[in-house]
């Protein structure tokens, strides 16, 4: 299985956009991949899906609350993963998290931590008002 690192985090204003990079150890076209972010007290929740390549049908999947906010995108010709969230709030401060699903198919599943497997050791983000 592959591993996973990220990187991209730091401070940033209120009101301005991060990036966050994903790299993995091996090929990522054919793996369903996720950004999630945990802060200090709450649970780990999903930020954004990607499905692999041969899910030509789906799109990428985004929360409610990350919905025009949130893009995610691959470069499987880098095996990276990437994040952008802009709009950014102090309550975006968290430890961001790159993952790969159990299975490709739980890319049509609802995006929950328990359906990753493999993380990354995140990264930190912190927004200051």
């Known amino acids: 299985q592959v591993q996973l690192a990220e990187s991209g985090g730091g401070t940033v204003q209120a009101g301005g956009s991060l990036r966050l990079s994903c790299a993995a150890s091996?090929?990522?076209?054919?793996?369903?991949m996720g950004w999630f972010r945990q802060a200090p007290g709450k649970e780990r929740e999903g930020v954004a899906r990607?499905?692999?390549?041969?899910?030509?049908?789906?799109?990428?999947f985004y929360p409610p609350s990350f919905k025009g906010r949130a893009g995610i995108w691959r470069d499987n010709t880098k095996n990276t993963l990437y994040l952008h969230l802009d709009s950014l709030k102090p309550e975006d401060t968290a430890v961001y998290y790159c993952?790969?699903?159990?299975?490709?198919?739980?890319?049509?599943?609802?995006?929950?931590?328990?359906?990753?497997?493999?993380w990354g050791q995140g990264t930190q983000v912190t927004v200051s008002s």
């Open positions: 091996g090929d990522i076209f054919d793996l369903c």
């Open positions: 993952a790969t699903a159990i299975r490709s198919s739980h890319c049509l599943d609802d995006f929950v931590p328990s359906n990753f497997h493999v």
């Open positions: 990607s499905a692999p390549d041969s899910f030509s049908s789906d799109t990428p």
